[in-house]
Structure formats: C-alpha cells, structure tokens
C-alpha cells in the first residue's frame, strides 16, 4: 500500500510507532475530519504484523487528550506549582533568545545544557535539528547514557558495536535464553518468534530476579540474585570448557582472549556460583548442559540486568558465550542486546558537530542531572528539556528536583503534556505528536527502517522538534545554511552514507514508496564474517571484572529495590493515561517472610525509604521475589492527591563500571508500614 487510502469519509495512513520501545511496529492510523479516530498494527509489515501492544491502540486518547499542551506558556507563579499563563511563540522566542544571548556573555554557552533522550525516537526530531542547534550554540553536551549505556560498553567491549543476529531468525532457534529482559512486556515480537520456534521444538530459559509475565511463561525459569548474571555467565563458561561443550575451531577462526578467559573462569566452580547467584548447583550444571548441547542457541539480553554497578561486566561476559559455542553464523545461534549499530547514519551531516565551537564544553553525564545543577563551580544557567521527563525518569529526584528549583536556572520544557518535569519550567512549549511530523525509524531490535509520514495537522500551536530549533536557530540569528534544511533535506544527509553496507538501496524514494527498507545484511557483513572490533575478532580477554556483588551488598539497607517498566507505559509515557493507569499497579511485590517481619500484609500502605528519600505504595505480598528483594513497576508521575512521588527518589546516581551507565537497581532500601492515609 502506498502513504493513505480512503475508505469513505475515513482515510487509513501508514505510520510507525515512534516510542522507545524494540519493535518500532508499523501502524495503521485511521483518520476522519483530519483527527485520529483509530490506531491499528500494520498487517503488511514483515515483522510486526499487524500486531502491536494495548498502549499504542489507545494512541487516539494520547493525541487527543484535551489535556494536551495546545499553546506556549510562561510560568507565572513559584517554581514547582505548575502555574502558567499562555503567550506567542514570538514572545516565547524573544524571551529564549534573550536569555541565551544574556547567558551566554556573561558565563558562556557551557552554561547552557540541552537534556534530551528518545520520548520520539526519529531521527530528525531526536538527533537531527536539535543536534545541529546545540552544536552550533557551542552549548554543553550531554552524556545520554540513561538506557544502555554500561550494557553497550560491555557488549561493544566483545563484539565491537550494537550488532546482534536478525531476529526473524530466531524462528529457528532450538534454545532461546532470554536473559534480563521482561520480553512479554518490552519486547512483544520477539515472543512470537519464540512462540513459533517453540513449536519446531525449541525451549525457553528465562533468567531473571522476579517471577515476572515472561517468566511465567517460559519453559525454565532461573530466578537469580540481582547483579550477579556475570558469575553466572563465569560459571556456564567454566561448565563449557570442563565438560568440552566449546567450539575450539570456532574460536580459533573468530576470536581472541580465549587462554585470558580460561584463566579467569577458573574460581567460578559451580560450588562458588551457587554461593554468589542464589541458584543452586543443580540449576546451574541444568542451564550449562542445555546451553553447552543444544543448538542453535539464542541469548536474548536485555536491559534490565546492566542497571547496575557492574553492568558493562554482565553484559561482556554474557556477550562471550555464543563465540565459546560456536553459534554465530548458524542459522538462529548468536546474540541480540540491540541492533542499532547496522542503521549506520551519516551523523555529520545530520548532526553537524563541526559547527560546535566551543573547544571547552563540559559534558554532564545526564544520569547525575541533580549534581550537575548545584555545581556552583561550573555552573549551569539554562536548560532545555525535550523528549524527555527529567523530573520522572533520572536518578536521585531529590538533588534533581533542588536543582530545578533554582530560582536562578532558565528552564525550557518541549512536551505534549504538562509532565513533572513542566512543574519547574519557566516557559513550557507545546510538541507535536509523531502523527503531525515527517520522520524516519529505524528499530533497535528488528532490520527495517520506516518512514512517518504526518496524518493529522499539528494540533493547536504544537511545534515538531525539528521546527521548533530550525526557528530558534533563526531566532538566534544563525544564518548556516543547513537551518534551512527541510526534514526530507535531513532524512536524505542522514541515509547519505555510501561507506554504509547496510544502508545499500536504501532511498527516501525507496521509503516513500514501500514504506519500510529492510537494512542490507548479507553473510559477508554480518557476525561472524564480520565483526566490529578494531582487530576483527570476539574479543574473549575481557576487560571489566565482575563481582561488585559484594560491593552492593554492603548497603546498610537491607532489602534491594528493583523499579523497572511496566506493561502499559512505556517510561513515564502514558503513566497519565486514565485508561491505561486502570490496568496498573503502583504497588512494591514484597516477599511473604519479608512482609511478616514488618507486619506487611498485601493492600497496606507502606513507605519504602533509604538514604536518599521515601516513597509511599501499596504492598503487594508474593513470592513471586525472593527475599531480600522488592520490586515495582511503571514510573508513575507524581500523584499529591495520593501522596506517591517518583521512584526514582530513592534510586542511586553512582555511575555503572563503564559507560557512566544508570544504576537504577542497584537500590537499597527498607520499608515500612505507613499508617497516615486512609485504607
Ligand atoms: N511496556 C513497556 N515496554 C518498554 C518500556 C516500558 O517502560 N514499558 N521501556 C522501553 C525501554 S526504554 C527499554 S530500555 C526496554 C527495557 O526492557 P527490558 O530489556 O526488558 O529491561 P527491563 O524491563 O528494565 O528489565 C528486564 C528484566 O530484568 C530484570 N532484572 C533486573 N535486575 C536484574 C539482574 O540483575 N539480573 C537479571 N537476570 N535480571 C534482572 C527485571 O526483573 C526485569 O524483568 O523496554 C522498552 N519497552
Ligand atoms: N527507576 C527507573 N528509572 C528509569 C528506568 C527504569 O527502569 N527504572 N528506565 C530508564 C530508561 S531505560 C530510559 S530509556 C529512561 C527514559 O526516560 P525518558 O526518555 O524521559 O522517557 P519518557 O518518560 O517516556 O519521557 C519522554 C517524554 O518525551 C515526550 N515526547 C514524546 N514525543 C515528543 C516529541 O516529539 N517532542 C518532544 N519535545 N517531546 C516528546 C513524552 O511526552 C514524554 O514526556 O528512563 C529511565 N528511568
Ligand atoms: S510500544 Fe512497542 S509494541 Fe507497542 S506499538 Fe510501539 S513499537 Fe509496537
Ligand atoms: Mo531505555
């Protein structure tokens, strides 16, 4: 099908998902009197199908919530009592400008901090316009290690860049490891393929802390001690060498490290494993054999286990065990923590770095915003907020939010909706949805880029990304030509990238017409032809050392907090959807010996509390954690009413071992009854 069809008064367009989120599904996007009535899958994608999760039928109540930011506004009250009043995109342009230029004689454009991550993950309102404003500001640069970035280092650390297998070929898989990776919720294709290998006969492991959906739905469940996947991985790998489950010829062709690697797996006897793990030996020498004999295997890792102080070390020793296998090239063997390293778009012309000028600009690792915004040494005077929720999703909220309380600290916030992180903003602007841009996907799971075509008109006053900084630089007085660049002049610079194998035949005509392009992997460019380390090899000689376990064990808290996504948000996307809020939780899972010690029964109001802050939820009793282990889902925004404040209150901002990656989960808490709300 082409771009729209009409089917009476009603028009079907083609679109993308544009949310952070693997399966970047293709959609349907039913339209009548220009407004969007209906959200569907696309049955004609060849990976997603027509299938798509619940959250993203209910995209229609989204973008024509009559709580979306319609105007500009200009806070008119304290900081923090979410008090605006509307004003024109010209004053809000002369108020910015003016701002910037006073910034920037008096402390320079260091001082000035752009804080953006992927609430739209297309290329040219994620890191096309924005990018290319920034740098030409000079501006302060911003770290976005928030997701993956401990993972990807350990990951790259092996195999050189984020390239996995393809995963429509993990249909043929006989073993699927999912491993940290709540796949039911957050990565919903990959289920239907293992569905269907399952039929031909393949098995499915999980490992995980928590007895979540996807464990329940697996064929084994390994329910391990949070932060120790890398002893685990050392004692698979130690069982692998014991019992000869090892592919020498493999290795001896592909990698390299394999005497270091041996050297190092040594200690990690079953006996040592069981002690550090939580699994027992019986478990172990179970996955080992079945990881050591079947064939083909698939790790599916997700991002869940590399939340934590040693996450480049788990994912580096996990990321080693399709080589010791020889799994790589067999049809269904290999790995996927993400595929984004294949879209190899051309970030100078997209971006243009060279514009920045600014030989001395900081760069703020955005997991420590709160610090970062009380360093009076090298301060920080303006900050510009979009496609992201600061004030929900980053690290230790209560130097956050002291931070955006600085009476002194300009704050520019770009979103559809009034988020918390609105609440400290002195001008709020209103963003289109992806509905009302023209952009392009590309998918951090599956092989196919896609092009958004807009299906709607933007909604009141609503600004893309892109028009909003294509204005600003103008505004700004920057008269480069590439400000005057359109968003197909960008998604053509970003597809130009004739080094690229994977970009080949990839057109914007190409996109216009079919919709999507599936990138160009073929034998010779694809793992283990080819792999992405500077000497061409799987590097075995693995550079970060594991237990840290001990490290975090150490807290004077004794109860471990695990606060990862739930089924239907995504982020803190959604969380103020009423719809979708019904069907969720905010309760903390406590196990039943845990709960019996605090008089904790399930329904009770408790605060959960450590020595960065306190939270107030239900509880839910289950043994669905272990002991020692707390878990909660979703990040809810703020509810007064309720008295429940961020998560992320009480979640650390100590940097991962490399990467400078978000240790979400490395969290020790206690908890408590909390008696002052009615039942
Ligand atoms: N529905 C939904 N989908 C989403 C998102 C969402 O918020 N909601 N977010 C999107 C984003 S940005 C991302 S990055 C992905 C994340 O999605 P996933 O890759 O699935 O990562 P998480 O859900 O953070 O964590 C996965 C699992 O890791 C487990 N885990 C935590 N610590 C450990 C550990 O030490 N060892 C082991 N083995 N397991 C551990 C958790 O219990 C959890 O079940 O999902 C994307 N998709
Ligand atoms: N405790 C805890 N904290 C976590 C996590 C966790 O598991 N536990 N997960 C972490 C992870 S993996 C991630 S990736 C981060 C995600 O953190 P964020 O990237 O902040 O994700 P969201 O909360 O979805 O916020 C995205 C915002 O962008 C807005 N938006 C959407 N489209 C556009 C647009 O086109 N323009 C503009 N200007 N705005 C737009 C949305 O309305 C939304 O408010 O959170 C991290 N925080
Ligand atoms: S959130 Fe994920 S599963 Fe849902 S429609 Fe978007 S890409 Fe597909
Ligand atoms: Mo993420």
Not at 261 to 280: A, D, F, I, M
Not at 496 to 520: A, C, F, H, I
Request: hydrophobic share 35%; charged share 25%.
């Amino acid at each position: 099908m082409k771009g729209a069809f009409s089917l009476s008064r009603k028009t079907i367009h083609r679109s993308v998902c544009p949310l952070d989120c693997p399966d970047t599904c293709s959609l349907h996007v039913e339209t009548e009197n220009g407004k969007i009535t209906n959200v569907t899958g696309n049955p004609d994608h060849p990976v997603t199908k027509g299938l798509i999760c619940h959250k993203v039928r209910k995209m229609p109540e989204r973008v024509n919530d009559p709580e979306r930011i319609l105007y500009p506004l200009k806070r008119v009250g304290s900081k923090g009592d979410f008090s605006f009043q509307r004003i024109t995109w010209d004053e809000a342009y002369r108020e910015m400008t003016q701002r910037f230029h006073h910034i920037i004689s008096q402390f320079g454009a260091n001082a000035i901090l752009p804080y953006s991550f992927f609430g739209n993950m297309g290329i040219v309102n994620s890191e096309g316009m924005d990018r290319r404003f920034f740098n030409r500001l000079g501006s302060r640069k911003l770290a976005r290690t928030i997701c993956n970035a401990a993972g990807a280092e350990g990951y790259h650390w092996t195999m050189g860049k984020s390239a996995g297998i393809d995963p429509e070929d993990t249909v043929h898989s006989k073993l699927i490891v999912i491993w940290g990776c709540n796949l039911i919720s957050t990565n919903l294709h990959q289920v239907v393929y293992a569905n269907k290998a399952r039929k031909n006969g393949a098995k499915i492991v999980v490992i995980d802390v928590h007895r979540n959906r996807t464990a329940k739905w697996a064929d084994h469940f390994f329910q391990i001690k949070p932060g120790s996947d890398d002893v685990l991985a050392y004692g698979i790998i130690h069982l692998l060498i014991e019992n000869g489950w090892t592919d020498t010829s493999f290795m001896d062709r592909y990698t390299e490290g394999f005497e270091a690697l041996q050297q190092r797996v040594k200690e990690y006897t079953p006996e040592v494993v069981s002690e550090k793990t939580g699994l027992t030996i019986d478990e172990i020498l179970k996955l080992s054999k079945m990881y050591g004999t079947i064939s083909p295997t698939f790790i599916r890792i997700g991002n869940g286990l590399q939340h934590h102080v040693n996450g480049a070390a788990v994912t580096q020793a996990i990321s080693s065990l399709p080589a010791i296998t020889g799994q790589w090239g067999k049809l269904g063997g290999g790995a996927l923590k993400g595929n984004s390293g294949y879209a190899e778009w051309n970030t100078e012309k997209l971006q243009r770095p060279d514009l920045h000028q600014n030989p001395e600009a900081t760069t703020t690792n955005m997991n420590q915003l709160g610090r970062a915004l009380l360093d009076d040494q090298n301060p920080i005077k303006a900050l510009f907020v979009y496609n992201c929720n600061p004030a929900q999703v980053a690290p230790n909220q209560n130097l956050v939010r002291k931070g955006l309380l600085r009476e002194d600290l300009f704050t520019v916030v770009h979103d559809l909706f009034l988020t918390d992180s609105c609440r400290y903003a002195d001008i709020v602007l209103p963003a289109t949805s992806h509905f009302e841009n023209l952009d392009i996907y590309k998918s951090y799971w599956h092989l196919y880029v896609q092009l958004n075509e807009p299906t709607i008109e933007p909604m009141g006053e609503c600004k893309s990304n892109f028009t909003l900084f294509k204005e600003l630089a103008a505004h700004m007085g920057f008269d480069d030509a590439c400000f005057q660049d359109t968003e197909e002049d960008m998604i053509r610079d970003g597809l130009d990238n004739p080094e690229s194998p994977y970009l080949d035949g990839l057109t914007y005509e190409t996109l216009r017409d079919q919709g999507w392009v599936k990138l160009n992997l073929n034998k010779s460019t694809s793992v283990p032809e080819k792999i992405h380390t500077p000497s061409g090899k799987i590097r075995l000689d693995h550079r970060f050392a594991p237990g840290e376990r001990e490290a975090q064990v150490n807290s004077r808290f004794p109860l471990q907090l695990i606060s990862g996504p739930n089924h239907q948000f995504i982020n803190s996307t959604f969380s103020n959807q009423k719809s979708l809020q019904a069907l969720e939780k905010p309760v903390v899972y406590i196990h039943p010996e845990d709960a019996r010690i605090r008089n904790i029964e399930s329904g009770k109001m408790v605060e959960v509390f450590n020595e960065l802050g306190r939270v107030r939820m239900r509880a839910e009793v289950t043994e669905d954690v272990k002991e020692s282990l707390i878990i909660t889902q979703g990040l809810w925004w703020d509810d007064e009413e309720n008295d429940r404040y961020s998560i992320n209150h009480l979640t650390p901002d100590v940097l991962s071992d490399a990467g400078g990656g978000a240790t979400f989960f490395n969290c020790f808490v206690d908890v408590k009854i909390y008696n002052n709300l009615p039942e």
